[in-house]
């Protein structure tokens, strides 16, 4: 009961993964637009198909140049699964 107990404590102050994984993806953000201050960096909408971020690469005189998606996991174990997904999420975006 007491091993319940703490794993229910540890859970409620973990957090909901949605804003965990919001809050990760903001940080990405930031960080990204520190690096990169020429280049648009936009989220994909909570609830849309795609990756978590969209980098479009903008080149001297603001002309865009290319495409990078990101996608953000912060988890134990890694899925196959998203290397495919991203690809995919890729060919949407023309990243």
């Known amino acids: 009961m007491r091993?319940?107990?703490e794993e229910l404590r540890r859970k409620a102050q973990q957090g909901s993964m949605q804003i965990q994984g919001?809050?990760?993806?903001n940080?990405?953000?930031?960080?990204?637009?520190?690096?990169?201050?020429?280049?648009?960096?936009?989220?994909?909408?909570?609830?849309?198909?795609?990756?978590?971020?969209?980098?479009?690469?903008?080149?001297?005189?603001?002309?865009?140049?290319?495409t990078i998606i990101w996608e953000s996991k912060n988890t134990k174990s890694f899925s196959e699964g998203w290397i495919t997904k991203l690809k995919g999420d890729q060919g949407i975006v023309k990243a």
């Open 3 to 5: 091993k319940q107990i």
């Open 22 to 25: 919001e809050v990760q993806e």
């Open 27 to 66: 940080q990405l953000k930031e960080l990204l637009g520190v690096a990169f201050p020429t280049d648009d960096i936009s989220d994909v909408p909570t609830g849309i198909k795609g990756a978590d971020l969209i980098q479009r690469i903008n080149a001297k005189m603001g002309l865009e140049s290319g």
